[in-house]
């Protein structure tokens, strides 16, 4: 089944390598984050085999199920799903080392307390909403720099940049709209100079829209079907209030 993996990579780095082309930029600049929802270890592992480095889950459940068989291979771990607040101690138990999808104090106050509990720090992105859908997670943008605030105000969380999920359209320039609002709050958050923030992280762009985001400065595109193929659980079940 995961048989296309290692050309579906290679497919997609020659994507961000052309899109980077394009907008004057260099391919090492944006980093490919395998987006791993559903797909089991074996072919994450032939993902990392590949030579990929970045993969990121979406629920708790699936990290601590995957975890072990993929723990003997080098890789870096994201968190890019709705987090509630009592799953933190178990993700915490894995080797976590961002949360992309921080999008209300709520959360930042309770990861702050766990870590704090063992002197660790995390990496966050601040996740956006930047297209209005309210099937989607984020802070509303113009809460955006506030909430960088109160993050950046807890010592063991380290603001890295923002994250957001771009507007479900065939119409480009609706999605680059997304994806420019978003470069547009970091440079006026970054410009702010809040203590212990570094506004240099930009995660945006899919399967779908990436080259869009490329052009609009993702430094972080999160990508799953194309190179996983088609899941069998529809997006609603990791994007809606009700789950686990
Ligand atoms: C699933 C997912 C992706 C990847 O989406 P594809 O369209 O499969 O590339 C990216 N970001 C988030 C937050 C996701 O949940």
């Not at 072990?68 to 771990?77: C, N």
């Not at 993700?91 to 106050?109: F, P, W």
């Amino acid at each position: 089944m995961y048989q296309d993996v290692n050309s579906n990579i290679a497919k997609i780095r020659q994507r961000i390598a052309a899109a980077c082309i394009a907008s004057g930029r260099l391919p090492e600049e944006v980093r490919l984050l395998l987006a791993t929802k559903t797909v089991p270890a074996n072919g994450i592992r032939m993902a990392l085999k590949a030579g990929e480095t970045l993969i990121a889950e979406n629920r708790v459940q699936e990290l601590k199920e995957k975890w072990d068989a993929l723990k003997d291979i080098p890789h870096e771990h994201h968190f890019i799903g709705h987090l509630q607040t009592n799953k933190i101690k178990d993700l915490l138990k894995h080797d976590v080392t961002c949360i992309q999808s921080a999008d209300r104090i709520e959360l930042a106050e309770k990861l702050y307390q766990q870590l704090s509990a063992t002197s660790r720090t995390m990496d966050i992105l601040i996740q956006v909403n930047t297209s209005g859908e309210e099937s989607k997670f984020g802070v509303h943008p113009s809460h955006a720099a506030d909430l960088v605030k109160q993050v950046a105000a807890l010592g063991t969380l380290k603001v890295k940049g923002l994250m957001t999920i771009g507007l479900f359209s065939a119409d480009s320039e609706e999605v680059r709209k997304c994806f420019h609002m978003l470069r547009i709050l970091r440079d006026e958050i970054a410009a702010m100079d809040i203590p212990g923030v570094e506004m240099k992280e930009l995660s945006m762009g899919m399967s779908s829209d990436l080259e869009i985001a490329i052009a609009e400065g993702a430094t972080i595109v999160r990508v799953g079907t194309a190179i996983f193929g088609q899941r069998p659980t529809p997006d609603s079940f990791y994007w809606n209030e009700k789950q686990d």
